[in-house]
């Protein structure tokens, strides 16, 4: 939960002001030998910056504990070193972890806006053992992303007086406008210091009314010879594995099914100006290389989001971000290729990406659920965004996506902007309009056979051979179909209290099948607010919050979908723990009683819903994180359409058993009463224990299991009484670099359910993986 956290805290905590003189980092001819240590002479020369300030919990409070950075660049790299000071050093916390992991540790870190224009951060942070971390934040959309992986150098030492860390930045890997004599960019340095609490020290003053951090990071100038050169990586990867699959059902066993591959791929990474980057890939290997994390979709109507872990699409992926989800690059599974062009000049910026997929996933929405359909046929995917910055405040921007397969085609385009009129206040907008043809193949999917054609409407909605449901209603029309969406919002945000409102409408025929956009047919309105307690240092708590909002949708014919109130009140207290209450009431329509019809009114059940929650966390000492979330409320049972009892509790434990060896467990227990009696009981466990060698190489050993049993009396349609899932996954793994790296590993899966008498494997897989980046 640290991670969540120190998002927080990064966009709450900025320096106050531009600094009238921007500050000047010296250009020494030489490179550093990294290796954690501050002997070589050059380092002497470098620029010394002071971080001494802590900037949150508290404001511009001075730090119980010293840094010192140093700071000076050759043309081609940007060098770093931190002296960090600590008159505890055995309480330092550091562990040996993959890269991106080692959110609770003692971290320092640089933050780089490079064309110094308040929208964009590179964020780079490394643990005293060196464990690298790196993000790109994005003001426009207060979204921080960690999928984006540089190449950079690092190395730490933990010493008697604290810890030195040294990086080296290569000033290809960021963009920047190296036209001019003299570059300014924006930077800031930070340490993060875990104890009791965990404090933000900067090497600036922040003003906590300014809710833009960036806005306020102080200039630096000087980068007289510095370039980006050609910019040129070619990475090119090699995937070898072997699949088995077989039936396991009763009714049709079968023996096991191999299947092997080799698979040889290209990644081409070209700077083609130092503001336009082109990335190509051929015949990419875009499987998963670990498991995704565990999520529990009993008694859920709408689809799962998972985020993006493939660097083809994370690479600057920020450049294609607005408010909404518009584009999610997981509907693109399996490409053969792909193409994507990222650029900033001076106050334009744009992207574009195109790619194949050997089949289409679709998500279908509803305004009371949602579900994919999954064609056989390869298609065609387009996206592109530009953004005009008329000021550091004011930015204009639209987006275009286009997917097609056969006779499906979806194509979307919106227009956004972000006015930023103080910097206690933002006003967003956001317009949309799409047009999509369903194809006689996705009916086919939605109606469970080929019953229902496009020419046989009327009939099908009479009920004329035709399995309803809502998602055969929003596809079954021989005709294109379009329509619209908008969103406006506005915020005031302020260090002690912050108010917003916002509305968004979507039209029953809009889409975004390139996007994750899971529901259509409503509009939302929504307002709500918080209040802020800052606690004293001396105190034994740092920070209360009371929240809550009110909201209420309608469909377009203006029948209520929901209202909803919700309140929380959290508090952060001793030993780095958190603890939250969350309350909320809710009018929510049903199901439809009869599926042939998208009415609400006279066709659903308004159920009342009622939650309350407990979230509780803590990190009492290095290397332990534990959290407790018990939420009990009365929800619908969405199998049956009534009311029912729910209790859901789920437990974290994340323990270093040692510097190198770390065990997370997460589990979920879920249960539901409902007409009386029992309906389900689910429990999903999910365990990983990994052993870290080095911060380049880990063996980590997974277990997902999932147990789910139902009472088939209490259901009124068929169910299994008992399903069992079982999967394992064993990953050994080895990185120079982000891309430089060798995978070794074997998953496998198996089920059981009422025609299984024992769980069974049905599917086993051995895979290598190893990708080269050459930079050129």
């Known amino acids: 939960m640290f991670k969540t956290s120190l998002i927080a805290c990064l966009l709450l905590a900025s320096p106050v002001v531009f600094s009238a003189n921007p500050m000047s980092i010296p250009f020494i001819d030489t490179s550093a030998n990294i290796d954690g240590q501050l002997s070589e002479p050059h380092w002497q020369q470098a620029k010394k910056i002071s971080v001494d300030n802590i900037t949150w919990p508290y404001e511009n409070q001075p730090s119980p504990e010293k840094m010192n950075v140093y700071v000076y660049e050759n043309g081609e790299m940007l060098y770093v070193a931190f ?72 190395a730490g030492q933990i010493n008697d007086k604290g810890f030195i860390v040294e990086i080296a930045l290569p000033f290809r890997m960021l963009n920047f406008d190296d036209k001019l004599p003299i570059k300014t960019m924006a930077m800031e340095f930070v340490r993060f210091l875990p104890r009791n609490e965990r404090l933000r020290i900067s090497s600036m003053k922040i003003d906590h009314n300014n809710n833009c951090w960036i806005c306020q990071m102080p200039q630096v100038s000087g980068f007289e010879k510095t370039k980006q050169g050609n910019n040129l990586t070619l990475v090119p990867a090699l995937v070898m594995g072997k699949s088995q699959q077989r039936n396991i059902s009763r009714s049709a066993p079968s023996d096991w099914q191999s299947e092997s591959n080799i698979e040889p791929s290209l990644d081409v990474k070209w700077g083609i100006t130092p503001d336009i980057t082109l990335n190509t890939t051929i015949n990419p290997d875009f499987s998963q290389v670990e498991a995704d994390a565990a999520q529990l979709s009993i008694n859920d109507n709408f689809a799962l989001f998972y985020p993006e872990k493939r660097a083809f699409f994370s690479d600057n992926a920020d450049y294609f971000a607005s408010s909404w989800d518009l584009i999610y690059t997981r509907n693109v599974a399996e490409p053969e290729y792909g193409a994507k062009i990222t650029g900033n000049l001076e106050q334009h910026n744009f992207a574009a990406f195109v790619a194949n997929d050997k089949q289409t996933n679709i998500i279908i929405p509803g305004n009371l659920g949602s579900t994919i359909v999954s064609l056989d046929g390869k298609s065609e995917n387009l996206a592109m965004r530009y953004r005009y910055d008329v000021s550091n405040n004011l930015s204009f921007a639209s987006t275009a996506t286009s997917r097609s397969s056969g006779d499906y085609s979806s194509r979307l385009m919106s227009l956004d902007s972000k006015y930023r009129l103080t910097d206690s206040d933002t006003f967003k907008v956001q317009v949309a309009h799409s047009r999509t043809q369903y194809s006689q193949e996705i009916i086919n999917q939605l109606c469970n056979g080929d019953d229902c054609q496009t020419n046989q409407v009327t009939s099908c909605q009479s009920g004329h051979d035709c399995q309803f449901n809502e998602f055969v209603l929003r596809v079954l029309n021989p005709e294109p179909i379009s329509d619209q969406a908008y969103y406006l919002s506005y915020e005031h945000n302020e260090k002690h209290w912050m108010a917003f409102s916002n509305y968004s409408n979507f039209g029953a025929d809009f889409r975004a099948d390139l996007g994750f956009m899971g529901q259509i047919d409503f509009n939302k309105f929504v307002t709500g607010g918080r209040y802020r307690w800052y606690g004293e240092q001396q105190d034994w708590w740092s920070r209360m919050e009371f929240y809550s909002d009110w909201d209420i949708s309608h469909n377009d014919n203006n029948e209520l979908l929901e209202k909803e109130f919700e309140a929380s009140f959290s508090l952060n207290g001793p030993l780095q723990s958190y603890f939250e209450l969350y309350v909320m009431q809710r009018d929510r329509a049903g199901l439809r009683h009869d599926k042939s019809s998208l009415l609400i009114d006279g066709n659903t059940t308004l159920f009342n819903e009622d939650s309350v929650s407990l979230y509780a966390e803590i990190k009492p000492m290095a290397g332990l994180f534990s959290s407790l979330k018990i939420s009990t409320d009365h929800a619908i049972d969405l199998t049956n359409n009534r009311l029912g009892q729910r209790l859901r509790i789920v437990p974290v434990a994340n323990v270093n058993l040692t510097r190198h060896l770390e065990l997370k467990l997460r589990h979920t227990y879920e249960k539901m009463d409902s007409g009386s009696a029992s309906l389900f009981t689910a429990n999903l466990t999910d365990a990983r224990l990994t052993y870290q060698f080095d911060i380049k190489s880990f063996l980590r050993l997974a277990f997902i299991y999932t147990d789910i049993e139902r009472n088939p009396d209490n259901y009124l349609i068929p169910v299994d009484k008992h399903y069992q899932q079982f999967s394992t996954q064993l990953l050994y793994s080895y990185k120079v670099n982000p891309q430089t790296v060798f995978f070794a590993g074997y998953s496998d899966n198996g089920y059981k359910d009422d025609d299984i008498e024992h769980l069974k494997r049905n599917e086993r897989a051995v895979f290598v993986k190893l990708s080269y980046a050459w930079l050129l």
């Open 83 to 154: 002296e960090a000071f600590d008159s505890e050093p055995d309480k330092i916390r550091a562990f040996y972890r993959d890269r991106d992991k080692a959110w609770d540790d003692d971290l320092i870190g640089l933050k780089i806006d490079s064309f110094n224009n308040q929208k964009l951060a590179y964020q780079f942070f490394i643990n005293p053992l060196g464990v690298q971390m790196d993000s790109i934040e994005n003001e426009l959309t207060k979204q921080e992303s960690d999928a984006w992986d540089g190449i950079w150098e690092s």
